[in-house]
């Protein structure tokens, strides 16, 4: 089976998928690393909720398992960020990200994930939600996060800073403010070579369901023929690596055990007038016998590992308790 996906656009009623009728490849996926690229063909098509789950998705209609059950405890991934911890200080670096998987064994159970992807959509009015899945991988995954915005009419170009995470009722304290400057100044440092003026908002709290995190938003003009090159420059960016971005990128080939394959990388979307990128933070892979949540945080010299584990395990709900699981 050609790969398929269903999606819907931040702040949108309306859920497309892609009618296999043509070659145009309107929508794709990059991975972190850059290399893995998933595109799928076809134009987009209007679908009601009430159609995708007369043909539901089930996890166990899917042909591949994930071999390897075992996952980090929280005793292994706080004394890994303990020696992040150390790498940072003695590096003085501001900031490395760090990521783990959460494993969901399935059991005796399965996800309903064409209602999964329903209830993600509820959830998160603000955010990009897709489902997917090839003959060698599933996907799904619901965020907010804009790499980038552009508008094919007026040339104009947004994109965001986002971090810094905290549940909806605390306060924010230094270290997810700084965090939060630290990838502003970045984007700014980026959107410089593009642009004399850049239209910078001010900071505001961007909320995601149960969590919450810092934004500024960026607007600018650019040329269209340099817009892959700009999203190359952004990607990736302090939110989902660190700085100084090639430093980190190797550090987290150090840290992390496997690669972050399409998490932490991003969505392309074109439409007739605009043409958007996403990075896929929310997200997890779905096997016949498991689910793969995928989570992360910016390490800081300030981070505490046990308020970093409990960070991630935030995360996790966000897809986590939108899966809807059969027995």
Known sequence: MPPQIFFRLPFSKDIFFNDLKSDCQKIGFTSFDLSEKLNFKGDFQKISSEDLLEKSWFSDD??????????????????KISEVISFITENQIPKLVISRRKII?????????????????????????????????????????????????????????????????????????EEQKTVSFYIESVLKKYSKETEISETKDHISGNIKHLRTDFKLKIEKENLENLILNLHPTPAVCGIPKDFCKNAILNFEKKPREFYAGFCKVETE????????????????????????????AQSNPKKEWQETELKSEAILKNLEFIS
């Open 105 to 177: 064994d399935l059991k005796q159970k399965k996800i309903n994930l064409s209602q999964s992807f329903l209830n993600l959509i509820k959830s998160y009015n603000n955010a990009f939600v897709y489902l997917f899945k090839t003959e060698k991988e599933s996907w799904i995954g619901a965020f907010s996060e804009v790499l980038g915005k552009f508008d094919k009419e007026t040339s104009e170009f947004e994109t965001m800073s986002l971090a810094g995470t905290l549940a909806l009722e605390k306060d924010w304290t230094s270290k997810e403010i």
């Open 273 to 300: 007038s605009e043409i958007y990128f996403f990075v896929n933070l929310r997200c997890a892979k779905i096997y016949k016998n498991a689910a793969e949540l995928f989570v992360g945080g910016g390490i800081t």
């Open 62 to 79: 899917l042909n591949f398992k994930l071999e390897n059950l075992k996952q980090e405890s929280e005793t292994d991934y706080s004394k």
